[in-house]
């Protein structure tokens, strides 16, 4: 159960093939594998080598496959960091990690080294497309990374992991506070994308070839890191794009005939509004994987309506790998919820005391498996609040069915208390986009001396509609309790979002607080 056999046990399994499409380029998974090990020797030559941490900075690309797996063959551990961060959240990331080295391009070069300036001991920049090094940059040791492959041997290193050592140390988007880092081993990652796969294949039947999907999502990102996992053990070919856009997406499904990939609601929201998805055949396209951020049933019904596929929403997070549960084709697609748990993953509803509670009813959803990661990286008060008895503690409010599909009702932290009543944003969320107006909203609470909490909807409209604050409170107002409907409204051109598309809702409640008065 480690991630470095994924590769040859692919190339032994399904021989070689065209694994990867990128651009005007193809990369079969043997290319991949001399790759990974020119990588993994360049690494240990520059003496990295076991537990040293290599961060992986860049735009989803070839290099960020060969970069993963070239750091696990050598021994290190992966630090997957988005590259549309700051320099300033860049730079945290590697203080905290002591990061001996960075794998980056030259685009994203100067935010890197101005990261790299304030540690005591500057990494090793290995720099794809390498242009230049400006005399700003000496303190900074700069190489070329395809020189340094070029140069080393494509022989496998003598290095094997153990199941139980990390592979990855994935900081979290710190929307709560400091990001943490949150260790996963190669048992933690493999297990689950086992599971993932083992689904995949009871759906599908023996006959179905895994054919190609589509690579939009992250690789940075924990559901991206995983999702590729699956190709390797599946023998799927992937069309990766360096960001999102609605005709690359459209023209790599009609180019690959496309049947089935993984995306976040953002992404999904995106394809249904934009007119241009009308020039392409995506025809072949049968269903979309949803998962990272809650996936609204409006969202779900209008991207069924539009494309004739649908969408099976999952849930998971960074500390479990990182999914928990899922929807199954060819089982009843159950409207607001995520499915039910994996193979392999426990759950439980629980109350204050921990204690399991009765099926419908609502308390935090404790997660267990070989999945679930062994803390926080140099945490340890982190990693006691959240791993108790062997269970992952999620922050997540949730309650199961008879038929054991779970639904996740809202974030625990995000739950509003106003004058002791409990109200839960995603309810009042999914009853607002019904608003013929709303093309998303956000709830969230912020103080009140007299309420303790007082409830404020954000809301982004539809092109040309003009609805206002009356208009959406008459229209809560008939469908809800007096409690529940918002004080206020505030409406935004957009709604602030990290690198996967989830709402920041802690920079929301700071943003609205100082916008509006509600004593």
Request: charge should be negative.
């Amino acid at each position: 159960m480690i991630l470095t056999d994924l590769l040859e046990n692919n190339v032994e399994q399904f021989g070689e093939y065209p694994f990867l499409f990128y651009r005007d380029k193809a990369l079969s998974n043997r290319d991949l594998l001399d790759a990974a090990n020119r990588l993994a020797a360049a690494l240990k030559q520059r003496g990295i080598g076991a537990g040293d941490r290599v961060m992986v900075c860049m735009p989803n690309c070839p290099e960020v496959f060969i970069a993963y797996q070239a750091i696990m063959r050598a021994g290190a551990i992966v630090l997957p960091v988005m590259f549309v961060l700051h320099p300033r959240e860049i730079g945290f990331i590697a203080r905290a990690s002591e990061a001996s080295a960075v794998i980056t391009s030259q685009l994203l070069l100067g935010n890197v080294v101005e990261a790299a300036q304030e540690m005591d001991q500057p990494p090793l920049l290995l720099v794809s497309g390498l242009e230049d090094h400006p005399a700003a940059f000496d303190k900074v040791p700069v190489e070329d990374l395809q020189s340094a492959m070029v140069a080393a041997t494509p022989d496998k290193p003598g290095i094997t992991p153990k199941p139980d050592d990390l592979a990855v140390i994935l900081y979290t988007s710190g929307t709560t506070g400091q990001p943490k880092g949150v260790m996963l081993t190669h048992r933690n990652l493999y297990s689950n994308a086992a599971a993932a796969v083992t689904l995949a294949e009871e759906e599908e039947g023996e006959d179905e070839e895994p054919g190609t999907t589509l690579g939009v999502l992250p690789l940075a990102h924990i559901y991206g890191f995983t999702m590729a996992n699956t190709l390797f053990m599946r023998g799927s070919s992937v069309v990766v794009l360096p960001k999102f856009e609605v005709r690359a997406v459209c023209l790599a499904i009609q180019e690959h005939r496309i049947k089935r990939f993984s995306a976040v609601p953002a992404m999904l929201y995106a394809l249904i509004t934009d007119p241009a998805t009308a020039d392409y055949d995506l025809s072949s396209l049968e269903s979309v994987g949803s998962g990272s951020a809650p996936c609204p049933v409006t969202l779900i019904e209008a991207f069924r309506k539009r494309f004739n596929a649908d969408i099976y929403e999952g849930y998971g997070l960074s500390e479990a790998a990182p999914a928990v549960s899922a929807h199954r084709r060819g089982e009843t697609i159950k409207p607001g919820s995520v499915g039910r748990p994996l193979p392999g993953v426990e759950i439980r509803i629980a109350g204050p005391d921990g204690d399991p509670l009765a099926t419908g009813d609502i308390g935090e959803l404790l997660v267990r498996g070989e999945n679930i990661t062994p803390g926080y990286y140099r945490n340890e008060e982190a990693t006691l609040a959240a791993l108790k008895d062997g269970w992952l503690h999620t922050g997540d409010m949730a309650k199961l069915d008879e038929e054991g599909y779970l639904y996740i009702v809202d974030r625990k932290k995000d739950l509003i208390l106003r004058g002791g009543f409990n109200i839960y944003p995603r309810d009042l969320e999914d009853l607002i986009l019904q608003h013929p107006d709303v093309a998303e909203v956000a709830v969230i609470g912020v103080p009140s001396d007299r309420m303790g909490e007082e409830v404020v909807a954000v809301i982004v409209r539809k092109p040309d509609a003009v609805v206002d604050e009356a208009g959406i409170l008459d229209f809560c107002q008939e469908r809800l309790a007096n409690y529940k409907t918002p004080r206020s409204v505030v409406f935004l051109e957009a709604l602030p979002r990290n690198g996967v598309g989830k709402i920041l809702k802690k920079s929301l409640r700071e943003e609205v607080a100082e916008q509006v008065s509600l004593e």
